[in-house]
């Protein structure tokens, strides 16, 4: 796979400790869709893994803690039952495929990485 391209993964976590489970949370979720309390969805390159690897590395304490990475096809299929599991600002007609819901991430992130940027700018 091409380095710059982006393909998802799928990022878990169990963290032993509430104050560096609250910073890995915010650290993720500034990169991925959250799917449940600690399951993310984290749709980038691979250079956008490893930073996100290295910002988590400086959070946790590897003999504690515990974060796995499964990446995942390019195209794949998923059901998900009980409550949406789409954010607030990312609802989706009832028909959208999981394809669309990935396209309406990724244009989330974008948005969020040129918020960051003109931010450090300023």
């Given amino acids: 796979m091409p380095l710059h391209q982006r393909r998802p993964y799928l990022l878990a976590y169990d963290i032993a400790d509430p ?3 609250t ?3 915010r650290t993720v979720r500034d990169h991925g869709l959250p799917l449940q309390y600690s399951v993310f969805l984290v749709v980038g390159t691979t250079g956008d ?3 996100l690897l290295a910002d988590l590395d400086r959070i946790i304490h590897p003999k504690e803690d515990d974060i796995r990475v ?3 096809p390019m195209t794949f299929d998923a059901d998900a039952y009980g409550r949406q599991w789409l954010p607030g600002g990312l609802d989706l007609p009832d028909d959208a495929s999981l ?5 309406a991430m990724v244009a989330e ?4 990485a040129a918020a960051r940027e003109a931010h450090a700018l300023t």
Avoid at 99 to 103: M, N
Avoid at 109 to 112: I, K
């Fill in 109 to 112: 992130q974008d948005q969020r």
């Fill in 23 to 25: 910073r890995v949370h």
């Fill in 99 to 103: 394809v669309q819901a990935l396209l």
């Fill in 49 to 51: 893994l490893d930073g």
């Fill in 70 to 72: 499964y990446p995942l």
């Fill in 19 to 21: 104050k560096r489970l």
